[in-house]
């Protein structure tokens, strides 16, 4: 099934929400996904062995862009918070 747009907030217990990504990314072009990113930011991530860097290659590539946001301003936006 394809999709014009997905907004998605997937859970984030280890890596389940770039499993779920994973999935996501080929029900539509256009998705909009609140995420940690810390996978991507990484220096050292693409010589590490068994990384989501790796394993999420498919991912990496279809992104075209990332806004990230802080976690004093993300607690701010959506009213949350994080321990």
Same mark, same amino acid.
């Given at each position: 099934?394809?999709?014009?747009?997905?907004?998605?907030?997937?859970? %984030?217990c280890r &890596?389940?929400h770039? @499993?779920?990504?994973? !999935?996501?990314?080929?029900?539509?072009d256009?998705i909009?996904n609140?995420?940690p990113?810390?996978?991507?930011q990484d220096?050292l991530?693409? %010589?590490?062995? &068994?990384s989501d860097? @790796?394993?999420?290659k !498919?991912?990496?590539?279809?992104?075209?862009?990332?806004?990230v946001?802080?976690m004093?301003?993300?607690?701010?936006?959506f009213?949350?918070?994080a321990?």
């Amino acid at each position: 099934m394809k999709f014009d747009c997905i907004i998605m907030n997937p859970p %984030y217990c280890r &890596n389940l929400h770039l @499993k779920i990504l994973n !999935e996501v990314i080929h029900h539509s072009d256009d998705i909009v996904n609140l995420s940690p990113i810390r996978w991507l930011q990484d220096p050292l991530a693409e %010589y590490k062995k &068994n990384s989501d860097f @790796k394993r999420f290659k !498919e991912i990496r590539e279809r992104i075209e862009s990332i806004d990230v946001i802080q976690m004093v301003e993300a607690t701010r936006l959506f009213n949350s918070a994080a321990f």
